[in-house]
């Protein structure tokens, strides 16, 4: 058992030592600027040696992928789509069909053009927001509290561990899901886009 244990060891040191120079071998000193310099300059040659052979930039392969005209424009009609379908009361089943209406307008936009990712998103969070806005108005009383009373139940264990703004946030977003779920809308922000 000795011998074991000493073949392990020495087995260790020996390729411990060629580590431990090759650590030394490859720190080198700071110069000043001339030393950046040499620097950026090996960084350059690096970057133009790994370019070599790259695959020339083409249209198609400056879209973002997983985002073409056709799947962002498909995600905007099927929200659209169950806006209309969905059964709502009074404002908002106004809001759900105004924001139908500018959906349907954005989906034509993104199919002709490439659409302004972050000022699209921008759009359809704005659209959520008074959406939700009106959901909240027009839902019985009742179901609200219920729902409300269900987030802070499933939310008990975790309460100690997080900070009043946190949990504020969280019971906002479950409430925000429970109206959802409960007139079988979708969320509208491209995050929630399918990927098929």
């Known amino acids: 058992m000795q011998n074991y244990f ?12 060629p580590r ?14 001339a030393w ?8 350059v040659e690096d970057m133009q040696e ?3 052979g790259a695959s020339t930039v083409t249209k198609e392969s400056v879209a ?3 985002l073409e005209h056709d799947r962002i424009a498909n995600h905007l009609e099927a929200c659209a789509a169950a806006l209309r379908k969905a059964k709502l009361l009074s ?3 106004q809001t759900a069909s105004e924001s139908a209406d500018r959906l349907q307008t954005l989906a034509t936009e993104a199919r002709a053009t490439q659409p302004d990712l972050e000022a699209l998103e921008r759009h359809l969070t704005v659209m ?5 806005a009106a959901l909240t108005a027009t839902t019985p009383e009742t179901d609200l509290l219920q729902m409300r009373e269900q987030a802070a139940r499933e939310l008990a264990p975790y309460r100690s561990r997080m900070k009043t703004v946190q949990i504020r946030q969280i019971e906002q977003q479950f409430l925000h ?10 969320r509208l922000s491209l995050f929630y886009m399918s990927q098929a």
Request: aromatic residues 8%.
């Open 6 to 17: 000493n073949y392990f060891t020495e087995i260790e040191e020996h390729f411990q030592r």
């Open 20 to 33: 431990k120079a090759a650590v030394k071998a490859r720190t080198r000193r700071i110069n000043g600027l």
């Open 36 to 43: 950046c310099s040499q620097e950026v300059m090996k960084a």
């Open 50 to 52: 790994a370019a070599i």
């Open 64 to 66: 973002a992928p997983g």
């Open 91 to 93: 404002v908002a089943g």
């Open 128 to 132: 959520e927001e008074k959406l939700f």
């Open 177 to 186: 899901k429970r109206l959802l779920e409960k007139w079988s809308l979708p």
